[in-house]
């Protein structure tokens, strides 16, 4: 399923875990090319939050779903850019389970839904050229964020979703 939202294309995948477990990767026989083989995380969190424009640069959830490893992860904040349009960041620093700092900071208060996930067009780009004439291009279960993926001129190839 695609979702497109700003100039970003949300790819959402899911299945079950059993599946999704499966370790395909280049080389494997069937020809089968996953795309979290070529580094696509499938890391897209959604949950409600704000910022201020009092402290800017600091973006809570209450809800505490933050990790130190959600540095640089790209972040998709609706209404919060000056114009009170969708504000497109990046998380800079961890602080709490439920404050994270971004940059550029918000350009006015709002409470709203945030996205936030790493850009996995690069990675599904290389699996379905490597796929491309040769085999199947393949998604385990996960929320997948691209902003553009190449899957034209593709002759002979498809794509496989776990779980469907």
């Known amino acids: ?8 294309f949300l790819l959402l995948v899911w299945a079950s875990p059993s ?3 499966t370790p395909l990767c280049p080389g494997d026989p069937g020809g089968v090319y996953n795309v979290k083989c070529y580094g696509a995380k499938g890391d897209l969190r959604v949950a ?10 600091a973006l809570n959830i209450s809800s505490g779903p933050f990790t130190v490893a959600d540095v640089g992860k790209s972040v998709l904040l ?3 850019n000056p114009a009170g ?3 497109a960041t990046s998380i800079t620093a961890y602080v709490s389970p439920t404050q994270v700092t971004i940059s550029p900071g918000c350009g006015t208060t709002v409470g709203s839904t945030v996205e936030w996930f790493t850009d996995d067009t690069a990675a599904i780009n290389a699996a379905l050229a490597d796929a491309r ?8 279960c996960g929320d997948y ?3 553009g993926v190449n899957a034209t001129n593709w002759p002979g190839g498809r794509i496989t979703t776990a779980g469907g």
């Open 133 to 140: 004439g040769k085999g199947n291009g393949f998604f385990p």
């Open 1 to 8: 399923m695609k979702i497109m939202l700003g100039t970003f």
């Open 85 to 87: 349009n969708l504000l």
């Open 19 to 21: 599946y999704a477990q």
């Open 48 to 57: 409600t939050g704000s910022c201020s424009t009092a402290t800017p640069n």
């Open 145 to 147: 964020a691209t902003m």
């Open 78 to 80: 609706k209404g919060a």
